[in-house]
């Protein structure tokens, strides 16, 4: 397992302490929260895809760093995907390309 920073420790601390107080403000939100992660965490269909053996390295040494197994971590980025909620990082190779394009149009 991966190990924990300052504020990590800091923040496992405070929890042990029960210094940490639960932000949800009404029972309504509780459950609905609890219904999100039921209906998140239910796992009731296999998959299996095809992939390259370098990607498949670079997702287990991703997984590896961030101390879960490469299955979790695929299963999360595909749920983060399917909701609309994985952000996607612009490459700076993409940013270069198009400044050259532009240079080269401007000359």
């Known amino acids: 397992m991966k190990r924990m920073n300052r504020y990590e420790k800091e923040v496992l601390a405070a929890y042990e302490r029960g210094d940490l107080k639960s932000v949800v403000t009404s029972e309504a939100s509780l459950r609905r ?47 983060k995907f399917a909701t609309g909620r994985l952000l996607e990082r612009r490459s700076s190779l993409a940013s270069r390309s198009r400044r050259a394009a532009r240079k080269r149009s401007a000359a």
């Open 33 to 79: 929260y609890r219904e999100y992660a039921r209906a998140t965490l239910t796992k009731n269909r296999r998959v299996n895809i095809r992939m390259s053996t370098l990607d498949l390295a670079d997702i287990q040494a991703r997984a590896a760093e961030e101390g879960i197994p490469y299955q979790t971590l695929m299963a999360s980025v595909l749920h």
